[in-house]
């Protein structure tokens, strides 16, 4: 959080719009874009942050298997991940362009530097840092990562977490994804990032 910030007092007003309605008096200018690991909590914290700003919400994965109208497992097996990374560069690209809302993207998009690039110039990227112990508790039982069909997935999704975080660094903002923390209060926790350390992205109402 930027230095200087009344902490406090951002908390106190976020705290008085939750008896309220926060869309009535918070304002989004640019896209929200959710970074980082699978098993993160990009699409939970998404939507639940885009309710909480009465905003759209998007998942690129989403957006990608209902243009294909195939699953992205599916496109993996079928076209190769080099294919589904073209489009998913589209995706973003064109989510990016449309109304400013919460945009929820897959753990890999963000290695792309152009996605990067759009995304910090068409909006703001925030990175769900997770540990590597909690990603692995929350997808060790979904079979539908393709990454991790491999013989020691556990082996994989670490290979996957050490060469990708440094990447994930990049983003514009990080807020820390923990255990045992409900929804609404990450979606809170990123609420207030945004509002003490990018105003031109969320702003409350005069």
């Known amino acids: ?12 007003g976020l705290d008085d719009m939750s008896r309220g309605s926060a869309s009535a008096v918070l304002k989004l200018h640019k896209t929200i874009v959710f970074v980082g690991m699978m098993g993160a909590g990009k699409t939970a914290v998404g939507r639940t942050l885009a309710a909480h700003l009465g905003v759209v919400f998007r998942d690129s994965d989403h957006e990608i298997e209902e243009a294909a109208q195939m699953t992205i497992a599916e496109i993996f097996a079928r076209d190769g991940e080099a294919f589904f990374r073209r489009k998913e560069t589209q995706i973003i690209d064109r989510l990016l ?6 945009l929820s993207t897959g753990g890999g998009a963000f290695m792309s530097e152009e996605n990067r690039r759009n995304m910090s110039q068409k909006g703001v990227s925030i990175w769900l840092n997770a540990d590597l112990d909690l990603l ?14 491999t013989p020691d997935p556990k082996a994989t999704l670490r290979e996957i977490y050490e060469r990708r975080t440094p990447i994930y660094r990049l983003a514009d903002l990080s807020v820390k994804s923990e ?3 409900s929804l609404d209060s990450m979606a809170h926790r990123v609420t207030l990032a945004l509002l003490a350390e990018r105003p031109d992205v969320l702003e409350k109402n005069a």
């Open 1 to 12: 959080m930027a230095e200087g910030t009344d902490h406090k007092g951002l908390t106190r």
């Open 97 to 102: 362009d449309g109304v400013p809302g919460v």
């Open 136 to 149: 692995w508790e929350r997808v060790r039982h979904k079979d539908t990562r393709p990454l991790l069909k």
């Open 179 to 181: 255990p045992k923390i």
